[in-house]
């Protein structure tokens, strides 16, 4: 089967899923340059050291996603708190204020249905540890429209829930350890 | 035509988006399509049309719909004193300084249901320069306009609002400014006759005063780079010097054409000065 080359790694997580990272970023190879992006849920007021601690465990440039910011090779962008996280057809970012989403703002849902839209295929959606099913319904839309689907095994996630529900709405998916979406993301 | 999958295609959004400026005037083709695209098909989808071509004939033929439309697809979520030390900054920092003038003039552009309107209007109350400000709020949706001018909430949002209020250094009794009755708030008149209501849309129309502050948070991100600088040059045509621009959390004028005529007066809250 011919395979898109991977031009965008979404990652979706809630409780739990910031160990998750953690864990697996250390261990991804020093060429790995395909761009990330972090939707995860946190409390506002102590978000502040987020990108500061992801950036001593991965080579990749961590920043808060900025509106308008083209995505770009070699970047770790985390989704900032209370906005959604959306992509525009020029592969640049865009931030809403709308309604929480499942009381999630940013929503996995949204980012994975936006990022679907424009990558399709060439897009890996991650979910990870957490206590909510947002994720698993923008999962499945992107399972639809082609793109890969990586689901962190329940077993090994702090919180397993959401990684549960996400396994349980996609059709086509791939249940992982760490060690396993280590070597996912090694191979791409 | 709209595919069953509930896509709305790039192409068809902007046909819509085209057809909507010929017959409304409403022009919405520089907005963020990403953010947009979402809105309007979940209206779509809330309508349950039998197809996309219905949608577009009901939207074409009834101009009350229409309406609908427009406040359904545009972002109209709001609070009071949201962002507490935002309004921390106003009031420590900011308002000290438009006290010494003899008349105080502040546009909220893009007010939405008027929480932020009635915030400020409690902060200039408490620096007891009310009675020497008018307060301008405008939006592109006459129904949230409407809202506004009434000064009623929701009564089970006070308790944040209350919280937010604190947080953002008031000292009063929050429940002191507002009546309850049943399940809404009605805000004291004395803050609503120092407030002028218009609809007013930033795409299309210009500049109408000279303000010595302006806020439009969380307006900006969803409009095209173009747009938020033609945004941004209609603000400042419509600031004096030495006046306050206040955008969102997430907000910049960095890269914009009005950048040199102005300093940074609280980066983390997003407010600049201008000094040309």
Redesign the interface.
């Given at each position: 089967m011919a395979q898109d080359k991977i031009a965008l790694v979404m990652i979706g997580g809630s409780s739990g899923s910031l160990d998750a990272i953690l864990k697996i970023f250390p261990k991804v190879n020093a060429h790995f340059s395909t761009p990330v992006i972090v939707v995860m849920h946190r409390n506002i007021a102590s978000d502040s050291m987020l990108e500061e601690v992801l950036s001593f465990r991965t080579h990749l440039k961590v920043k808060e996603a900025?509106?308008?910011e083209t995505i770009s090779p070699g970047h770790m962008y985390i989704a900032?708190p209370?906005?959604?996280l959306?992509?525009?057809?020029d592969r640049t970012l865009?931030?809403?204020?709308?309604?929480k989403i499942n009381f999630s703002r940013p929503s996995i849902d949204?980012s994975f249905?936006?990022a679907a839209?424009i990558y399709g295929a060439s897009l890996v959606c991650i979910v990870l540890s957490g206590a909510n099913a947002d994720g698993a319904k923008g999962a499945a839309y992107a399972n639809?429209l082609g793109s890969k689907i990586i689901i962190q095994d329940p077993l090994t996630a702090i919180v397993p829930f959401m990684p549960e529900q996400a396994i349980e709405h996609t059709s086509k998916n791939n249940v992982l350890s760490i060690e396993g979406i280590v070597s996912f993301l090694n191979g791409l | 035509m709209i595919k069953t999958s509930n896509k709305i295609e790039w192409e068809e959004l902007e046909d819509l988006l085209v057809d909507i400026t010929d017959i409304y005037g409403y022009d919405f083709s520089q907005y963020s399509k990403a953010s947009l695209q979402r809105r309007i098909l979940s209206f779509y989808l809330k309508g349950r049309f039998s197809s996309y071509a219905d949608f577009r004939n009901k939207l074409f033929s009834d101009a009350y719909y229409f309406m609908y439309f427009v406040e359904e697809v545009t972002v109209n979520v709001t609070e009071m004193f949201r962002d507490p030390a935002f309004y921390k900054c106003l009031r420590e920092k900011i308002l000290p300084v438009l006290s010494t003038y003899p008349f105080i003039r502040i546009w909220h552009a893009g007010c939405s249901t008027g929480e932020e309107v009635y915030s400020m209007a409690i902060l200039l109350k408490e620096a007891n320069v009310l009675h020497k400000s008018l307060l301008y709020a405008t939006d592109i949706n006459p129904t949230v306009i409407e809202t506004a001018k009434t000064g009623l909430f929701k009564a089970s949002a006070m308790q944040q609002y209350s919280e937010n209020y604190i947080n953002s250094g008031g000292q009063k009794d929050f429940s002191t400014y507002y009546t309850a009755n049943y399940n809404l708030a009605k805000f004291n008149e004395e803050f609503s006759s120092r407030m002028v209501f218009s609809t007013h849309n930033l795409v299309s129309d210009s500049s109408f005063n000279e303000f010595q502050l302006i806020l439009c948070r969380n307006v900006l991100i969803y409009f095209e780079k173009k747009l938020q600088s033609r945004v941004l040059e209609l603000f400042d045509k419509s600031l004096d010097t030495l006046g306050f621009l206040a955008l969102g959390n997430k907000e910049s004028i960095k890269f914009s054409s009005i950048a040199p005529l102005y300093i940074p007066f609280n980066s983390k809250e997003k407010i600049w000065r201008k000094i040309k």
């Open positions: 900025e509106e308008k900032p209370d906005y959604h959306l992509i525009e057809k865009s931030l809403d204020y709308s309604e949204i249905e936006s839209d639809k | -």
